[in-house]
């Protein structure tokens, strides 16, 4: 077992400078990084943030939730217009400094990166027990998908916005992306979070993914319904391993959701050398 072959996918999502980034606050707690061409921007609005030796300070004036939100809109849609940030996506985002539940506004996902927030989502392993062991659904993202087209993703994930439960997201992503109905989408296992933080050309992003194993009956087949997906496949989990260890195949954070797979269900052993390493690596945090 090539242990390397999963480590790269590890140092990949966790590489960054931080000397390339200035941090944005909001009463003192971090709540987001920035790169020179958002930082310089921010500087256009000195009545909403002040801009110091420590980072860009999102000033106590705005004192709720609906008026930080309506500014980071605001900024959002100019920044834009201006080309400092590529799109509006149309999901909102949470803005926080820690969990979910500490979001003091939200902005539109396409733009977290931008400012270096904490993204959440959700990533679901359907796997099939047989006669000959594990076997795991694998899907084929669209050739039109703006990010990692082809490439192959877990049965089902997405994005966590955040006026939706956990649930409640779960749910509507197994319906949309795989058809997988309510009632067998409520027996996914939550088995966890991943946390990365990774360099990009637009900003960072310090992501955490729940994940989720789900059980299915041989019987069943995942369809797509909202067109994110060109095909599934059904492979031996040793197939999927070999996928991860020795190709680019998978989107780059997909691999983690795997090889924490391998790692719950003894495919990868505290017997492997490196075992450590990987338990280690799939839990970075900034």
């Known amino acids: ?18 000397g390339n980034f200035k941090s944005l606050f909001f009463l003192g707690q ?22 110091d030796d420590t980072g860009a300070h999102l000033l106590e004036r705005y004192d709720t939730f609906e008026l930080r939100t309506q500014l980071l809109m605001e900024v959002t849609k100019t920044l834009v217009d201006e080309g400092v940030f590529s799109h509006i996506h149309g999901e909102q985002y949470p803005v ?5 539940e500490t979001a003091i ?16 989502g959700q990533h679901l392993n359907g796997f099939v027990r047989s006669e000959k062991g594990l076997k795991l659904w694998i899907a084929r993202r669209a050739a039109d998908r703006r ?10 994930a997405g994005g966590l916005p955040h006026n939706l439960s956990l649930a409640e997201n779960l749910r509507k992503e197994c319906m949309e ?29 310090p992501d955490t993914l729940y ?3 789900l059980e299915l009956p041989c019987d069943f087949k995942p369809q797509n319904s909202d067109g994110e997906v060109a095909e599934f496949m059904l492979l031996p989990v040793l ?33 492997t050398p490196g075992y450590l390493d990987l338990v280690q690596g799939l839990h970075e945090n900034i």
Not at 3 to 18: D, F, K, S, T, V
Not at 107 to 117: I, K, P
Not at 245 to 263: A, Y
Request: aromatic share 8%; proline share 5%; with cysteine.
């Open 1 to 18: 077992m090539n242990m390397h072959g999963y480590l790269r996918h590890i140092e990949a999502l966790n590489r960054w400078e931080p």
């Open 211 to 213: 994940c989720y194993d």
């Open 30 to 51: 971090q709540i987001g990084h920035l790169k020179q061409p958002v930082w310089d921007a921010l500087g256009n609005w000195p009545e909403a943030f002040r801009i």
């Open 96 to 100: 926080t400094h820690s969990g979910r």
């Open 177 to 205: 992306e795989a058809s997988v109905p309510a009632v067998l989408a409520n027996r996914a296992v939550s088995v966890g979070a991943l946390t990365y933080c990774r360099e990009t050309p637009a900003g960072l992003r």
């Open 105 to 120: 506004a939200t902005v539109d996902r396409a733009t977290a990166s931008y400012l270096g927030l904490r993204a959440y």
């Open 239 to 271: 197939e999927v391993a070999r996928l991860v260890s020795e190709t680019d195949e998978f989107k780059l954070n997909c691999n983690l959701v795997v090889i924490d797979f391998l790692l719950r269900h003894g495919i990868i052993n505290p017997e």
């Open 147 to 156: 990010v990692f087209p082809d490439c192959l993703d877990n049965m089902v």
